[in-house]
Nanobody, 123 residues
Framework: QLQASGGGLVQAGGSLRLSCAAP????????MGWFRQAPGKEREFVVV????????RYADSVKGRFTISRDNAKSTLYLQMSNLTPEDTAVYHC??????????????????WGQGTQVTVSS
């Protein structure tokens, strides 16, 4: 299983850094993504990073504010979030898989999921 951490309560305009550890897995073999789910809403794509970390894709809503990275040596995925707004409030989930290109932004493209970490942004 993946283990997400780093969530919390932050004021609008603040920053948080999420981490996702993947113990016991060949981390470098997986495409990694972050998704989020707000109450009453469907799980939505946030960002994906490919195997080597050289290719990323961001949702328009977070582009320029969030940065994904991965440390394959530590089997850890990161999400640096800046300039947070109340609309970013959600449970953030990390995911791993081998999605084909057309499914990289879809939850159905991923095999393994973390338990989620709550991010709450107050106005």
């Amino acid at each position: 299983q993946l283990q997400a951490s780093g969530g919390g309560l932050v004021q609008a305009g603040g920053s948080l850094r999420l981490s996702c550890a993947a113990p016991g897995r060949t981390f470098r073999d997986y495409v990694m993504g972050w998704f989020r789910q707000a109450p009453g809403k469907e799980r939505e794509f946030v960002v994906v990073i490919k195997l080597s970390g050289g290719t990323t894709r961001y949702a328009d809503s977070v582009k320029g504010r969030f940065t994904i990275s991965r440390d394959n040596a530590k089997s850890t995925l990161y999400l640096q979030m800046s300039n947070l707004t109340p609309e970013d409030t959600a449970v953030y989930h990390c995911a791993a898989g081998h999605p084909i290109s057309s499914f990289m932004t879809s939850p159905t493209g991923y095999i393994y999921w973390g338990q989620g970490t709550q991010v709450t942004v107050s106005s």
